[in-house]
């Protein structure tokens, strides 16, 4: 097959695993006889200093011809002063907003052999496999917004049919899976939670009646995700609930830069990046994680480009590579010796082979 991917780079790490990433794309591609085209576009702080704006209209349109978008992280302190009439953060909203991208896929998953990495015990985290679903186009990030000198106001608002494609989404996937739906909200303190709890529960009654579900607030979810995470299947909550759990669930699997994601809306076109930030203190060092954006590659090739076996030799690659004990700084709590961001690379790309 054919298939083109917008590249956007951004900001402090990004290019650093973008690197590393778009060289395992192309290396699936040349095993497996696929030609896919990249397409390096400006986009967030990069883009702010070379044309005035996160997203620049030419970025835009060059996402909405590509098959799928990988992104790398944004943002920074030089783009972030309280006075900054423009950031990098408003062309991600932006540029989620204008591909419907509404779904995002956030899957944990704890490798056996970085079970010392995790501040957690052994026997808890052991056996964790996890997937949230995170509404992305909605919530208190979209609403109106108001600061002067001494007041500041964050509209939250949802529609029902906002909450019942999310819904959706999460209860196909919890179906093949496990079964188990948890929907997290705070439906004793806030209108939008519980209107989020009676739509989720008429969806899947009407829709879904052989998934499990069960409703948890969100305190309690941020608690059970550390003593209890193997009890969990596929989580659904809105936006800024679906943000803050994330980062706490990646802890599970030793660090955030191991965690992949997919930002998904109703066609084939998605959003793949690595959930961690644009870690500015440590960018130009060569000491970035890039295991996060290998797997959101593997994601792309799954979810956007439909090659299963491609996705699945990606992703043994790199469960092989950690197996061999190639561990960024991020992952070396237990002693091990740290690798650079490149050798992690490498480590992946020559043990990438056809599956069985």
């Known amino acids: 097959m054919r298939a083109r991917i917008a590249v956007l780079a951004g900001d402090g790490i990004g290019p650093e695993v973008m690197e590393e990433g778009t060289r395992c794309l192309s290396a699936v591609a040349r095993l497996f006889g696929h030609t896919i085209d990249l397409d390096p576009l400006p986009f967030g702080g990069a883009a702010i200093d070379s044309h005035g704006e996160p997203l620049p209209p030419g970025t835009l349109r060059g996402c909405r011809e590509a098959d799928a978008v990988l992104l790398g992280a944004i943002g920074g302190p030089k783009w972030s002063a309280p006075d900054a009439s423009v950031r990098p953060e408003a062309g991600l909203l932006r540029l989620r907003r204008e591909l419907g991208t ?4 956030r899957p944990v998953r704890v490798h056996p052999q970085l079970a010392d990495a995790s501040t957690l015990k052994a026997e808890v985290i052991s056996g964790v496999d996890l997937v949230f679903v995170r509404e992305l186009t ?9 600061r002067d000198a001494v007041h500041a106001t964050d509209e939250c ?46 969806v899947i ?47 599970l699997a030793g660090s955030l830069g191991l965690l992949p994601s997919a930002s998904l809306g109703e066609g084939r076109r998605g959003i793949y990046e690595p959930i961690h930030g644009s870690a500015p203190d440590i960018a130009g060092r060569g000491v970035a994680d890039p295991y996060g954006m290998i797997l959101s590659v593997a994601l792309l090739l799954r979810h956007s480009l439909e090659l299963q076996s491609e996705a699945v030799a ?17 992952l070396t709590r237990g002693g091990a010796a ?18 069985a």
């Open 205 to 251: 009654e009407r829709e879904f009646p052989g998934i499990t579900l069960e409703h948890m607030l969100v305190d309690a979810a941020a608690m059970h995700l550390i003593n209890r995470p193997r009890d969990f299947d596929v989580l659904v909550t809105e936006n800024m609930f679906g943000d803050i759990l994330t980062d706490e669930a990646s802890m």
């Open 102 to 105: 509404f779904a995002n896929l």
């Open 314 to 330: 990606l992703e043994q690659a790199v469960a092989q590579a950690l197996g061999a004990g190639m561990r960024t700084p991020d």
């Open 338 to 355: 740290a690798c650079s961001t490149r050798a992690a690379g490498e480590a992946v790309l020559s043990r990438l082979r056809r599956p």
């Open 138 to 146: 909605g919530g208190i990030y979209f609403g109106a917004k108001h």
């Open 157 to 202: 608002r949802y529609s029902a049919a906002e909450i019942e494609r999310i819904v959706r989404v999460a209860a196909a996937l919890a179906r093949r899976r496990r079964g188990r739906l948890t929907s997290i909200d705070k439906a004793n303190v806030l209108e939008t939670s519980r209107l989020w709890r009676e739509v989720t529960q008429r």
